[in-house]
């Protein structure tokens, strides 16, 4: 065991009192009194200077008769410890009746409530509250298939009141609360088709706003691609949507002036988060998944943003054609690398001509 000199000791006292995750790994700290060893960000009560003694590593500490904490959990890997900790709050998340507040689990935790954000979202791809909202949304879709009402679904999933889920039933199902008991049956979407520079295109309309931008070369094949996206409801041509048509043309010809429409964007926590980001990437701009992942504050979760812009139902307005291979050459697009390719180069030309 490597003896700290007095600086090194008064060093490792600090981190271990700010609890300094970035010191995990580089030494251990015992307890006398309790006989405990933890890792430098252990969130247990601190003792005294006088009681610990340090160790370079677990395996010392366990040779000198000390036990590992069972809050902190030294003997895993710093990275392990930190899945483990998400895990656990997942799963206090999904077991409340109410979501617990943002002070409950970062007390649950042993951490500020700024580091476990930080932490969460970090892991999960996700704020502990958008979690929260996903655990419920899930959960309602459960209980509306089963309970006696819609009322007593919205209860039973964790709202605090039958108001306050009508106000919010249609964000988080995308239709009424009536409409998705019946399996969307009830649900009308109306949608028109055109011509647009990279084709024909598709925009359909819910009552909350545009559902579904899409392309491709027949309207044939874009009315099918809608009814397989929306299998229940009842989809209606309506020819009074030209101005919407009109819309997505602008947003093709001239990115950087076009109106924005009034978007109904459905799909997971997770997947809207990843929509909302591309949204806030500027015409004439692209970045990675990677980049994109490190932009929402989760640097892992490229492949999971891949999947989200994949998933993508509103083409341009959500412009998932601005993502790009890491080394800046063109990656795969739902409506085809061709349309992505013209779309990039009109952005750029626009761009150039500002």
């Given amino acids: 065991m490597t003896q700290p000199t007095p600086s090194s000791q008064q060093q490792r006292w600090h981190q271990i009192q700010q609890r300094d995750r970035t010191a995990d790994g580089s030494f251990i700290y015992a307890v006398i009194t309790t006989g405990v060893y933890c890792r430098p960000s252990c969130p247990s009560r601190h003792a005294k200077a006088e009681n610990l003694r340090f160790f370079d590593n677990a395996a010392q500490a366990r040779a000198a008769g000390f036990r590992p904490c069972l809050r902190c959990k030294p003997d895993e890997a710093p990275g392990d410890a930190q899945r483990t900790r998400i895990t656990q709050l997942c ?12 002070q409950q689990l970062a007390d649950a935790a042993g951490l500020s409530r700024w580091h476990l954000q930080r932490e969460f979202r970090k892991a999960t791809g996700l704020s502990p509250a958008e979690y929260a909202r996903a655990v419920r949304q899930q959960r309602l879709q459960q209980q509306l298939a089963h309970a006696g ?8 999933a964790g709202y605090n009141s039958a108001s306050h889920f009508y106000a919010q039933a249609p964000t988080e199902l995308g239709m009424s609360a009536a409409s998705y008991r019946q399996g969307g049956q009830q649900q009308r979407i109306t949608f028109a088709t055109g011509p647009c520079p990279l084709g024909r295109v598709l925009v359909a309309q819910s009552d909350a706003g545009v559902c579904a931008i899409l392309l491709g070369d027949s309207d044939e094949e874009l009315e099918r691609d809608l009814r397989a996206r929306f299998p229940k409801a009842e989809c209606l041509a309506d020819s009074t949507l030209g101005q919407h048509l009109d819309a997505v043309v602008a947003l093709i010809e001239t990115p950087h002036s076009a109106p ?8 997971t926590a997770f997947q809207r988060r990843v929509w909302q980001a591309l949204q806030a990437i500027p015409p004439g701009q692209t970045c990675s998944y990677s980049e994109l992942a490190h932009a929402m504050g989760t640097p892992s979760a490229a492949r999971a943003v891949a999947g989200a812009c994949a998933a993508n139902p509103l083409a341009i307005a959500v412009p998932c054609h601005r993502i790009v291979r890491s080394d800046g050459s063109l990656s795969g697009y739902r409506w085809g690398v061709e349309r992505k390719r013209a779309l990039l180069q009109r952005e750029a030309l626009d761009t150039t001509d500002d």
């Fill in 91 to 102: 799963r206090l998340i999904e077991q409340a009746e109410q979501p617990p507040t943002l």
């Fill in 149 to 156: 009402s819609t009322t007593d679904a919205a209860l039973a």
């Fill in 260 to 267: 924005p429409l009034p978007l109904d964007i459905r799909g």
